[in-house]
Nanobody, 128 residues
Framework: VQLQASGGGLVQAGGSLRLSCAVS????????IGWFRQAPGKEREGVSI????????YYAESVKGRFTISKDNAKNMVWLQMNSLNLEDTGVYYC??????????????????????WGRGTQVTVSS
């Protein structure tokens, strides 16, 4: 399985970026796939992830209403559209996938231990 993220960069607060993840060796609708991020000095956290069982989508509270995840199963691509970026969105963004059947219940919070496949991160820097 290979995950290749791209699209990061430097953007002013209030701006937008679109991250892309090219996937190979993994079927997008069979298991969870999405995005994590790691800010300087902080733990890696789930940002937005597709659920494969209930058809739900997880969004971290801090990005709800601003970020949108999408995918194209035929093209094996996953995207993260990020709007209204703020300084707290700065970090390295990772595309990640799981081989597990994870249940995205109402209180589900993704952890890095559930995700087996990771791409190299792409840096997102938001400036004031």
């Amino acid at each position: 399985v290979q995950l290749q993220a791209s699209g990061g960069g430097l953007v002013q607060a209030g701006g937008s970026l679109r991250l892309s993840c090219a996937v190979s060796g993994f079927t997008l609708d069979e298991h969870p796939i999405g995005w994590f991020r790691q800010a300087p000095g902080k733990e890696r956290e789930g940002v937005s992830i597709f659920d494969s069982i209930l058809g739900r989508t997880y969004y971290a509270e801090s990005v709800k209403g601003r970020f949108t995840i999408s995918k194209d199963n035929a093209k094996n691509m996953v995207w993260l559209q990020m709007n209204s970026l703020n300084l707290e969105d700065t970090g390295v963004y990772y595309c990640a996938a799981s081989s597990r059947d994870l249940l995205f219940h109402d209180e589900y919070v993704p952890t890095i231990y559930e995700y087996d496949y990771w791409g190299r991160g792409t840096q997102v820097t938001v400036s004031s």
